[in-house]
Structure formats: structure tokens, C-alpha cells
């Protein structure tokens, strides 16, 4: 992290990652994803149960938002509290959001207790983190901009001036354009949006 952390930024993995445990001939897979919303993980819980049809378990946690204010643990069919909540514990030990492990549990054929699972969850999903990157990333406001063709130079400008990045652009007589604008910089940019002529900014939400 920077010395003087700014208030739109917050922890997250950079990339997918695996880790491993086994225990009394049980495995557990770990799988790691930075991810942006519900629907995302959603889709990747559903490939991983394609893929690993004949696991008994798929436990996973995930936390959503800078605030970490949206969060799930599942148990998938293990004693209460003892895959999940484990899972859970090591993204907010690691104060980490927009997260998603996965640990699937082929069964070796021997109990291990509850006291076992939570163990074997958590050192699951430990080592996929450790096997992956902690990143320092920026919360981002995406906001279209509507201008008249004679209006171009001064919102290239603007972009230019700012360094944002254009996710959407169609230009015509009446032009638009899609950026992405930190945080932090919303008000001041807004400001010198509403100085140009015949410019309207919507903002698009966070990304």
C-alpha cells in the first residue's frame, strides 16, 4: 500500500490463483477471483461445478464494494459454520473486497470433525491467496458525456489534461463518450465539465 492511502482505494487480488490441501486423503481445491459483481460470480460458480462435477463440496465466500459491505459465505452441505464462514474469515483477514474463493472438497472417505474442516477450509483458501498478488486498486466513476461536434477539442482537452481513460465513444454531429473518472477527481472534473458549453455529464456508476 501507498504511505498515504487515499480514501478511493482499496485491496483486492490482481489476478486468479490455486491453492491446495490435503488431509486424511481429502482434497481441498482453493480458487481465488478478483470479481466486480454477483453476476460475475455467479457465472464462475457455475463453471467450476461444470468442471468439478464429482467434488461433494463447493464452499466459497466472497466480499463486494469498497466498504465491504456485501459479503456471503456457503457451506454447500458441510456442518454449519465450518467451510464458509473459514473462507470468509481469511479475505477479511487480509482485508481484501471484490473477492471470490472457491475451496472444493473431493472426500478422502474419513470424517475429519468440524474442528478439521475449519482447518483444512482456511488453510485452503490461505494458500490460494498467498499464491496470488494483493493489490492496491482504484474505485473508478464511469460517466458518459454528451457534446455537439464543435464541443470536441475542449472535452479532448479535458480528457487529455486528466489522463481518463475512454471506455465508449461515438461521434457524430451530437457526440458521446464513456470515461472513466477516480473517484477523488469527480467533483473537480465535474466542475470543468459544466464550464464548457453544450456539455451533459451522467454518471454511469462505480466500476
Do not use: W
Not at 488431509?23 to 482453493?30: H, V
Not at 461433494?56 to 456457503?74: D, P, S, T
Not at 475512454?166 to 467533483?187: A, M, P
Amino acid at each position: 500500500m501507498s504511505e498515504s492511502p487515499q480514501t478511493d482505494t482499496y485491496l483486492t487480488l490482481k489476478a486468479k490463483s490455486e491453492g491446495l490441501y490435503k488431509e486424511k486423503g481429502s482434497k481441498f481445491l482453493a480458487f481465488a477471483f478478483p470479481v466486480k459483481d454477483e453476476t460475475e460470480i455467479k457465472e464462475i460458480l457455475d463453471q467450476l461445478r461444470k468442471k468439478y462435477y464429482d467434488a461433494r463440496h463447493h464452499c466459497y465466500a466472497y466480499i463486494l464494494g469498497k466498504n465491504q459491505n456485501i459479503y456471503r459465505a456457503n457451506d454447500d452441505g458441510e456442518p454449519n459454520h465450518s467451510a464458509g464462514d473459514p473462507i470468509l474469515g481469511q479475505i477479511r483477514s487480509h482485508h481484501l473486497t471484490n473477492v471470490l474463493i472457491v475451496v472444493i472438497r473431493y472426500f478422502g472417505g474419513i470424517k475429519l470433525g468440524v474442528g478439521g474442516l475449519i482447518h483444512a477450509y482456511k488453510t485452503a483458501a490461505a494458500d490460494a491467496i498467498a499464491n496470488n498478488e494483493i493489490i492496491t486498486a482504484v474505485l473508478h466513476e464511469r460517466v458518459k458525456l454528451d457534446f455537439d461536434y464543435l464541443s470536441m477539442n475542449e472535452v479532448m482537452k479535458l480528457i487529455k489534461d486528466y489522463d481518463l481513460q475512454i471506455t465508449d465513444q461515438h461521434f457524430d454531429n451530437q457526440c458521446q463518450l464513456v470515461v472513466e473518472i477516480r473517484q477523488k477527481l469527480l467533483e473537480e472534473i465535474s466542475h470543468k465539465i459544466s464550464d464548457l458549453n453544450g456539455v451533459k455529464m451522467h454518471i454511469l456508476g462505480y466500476e
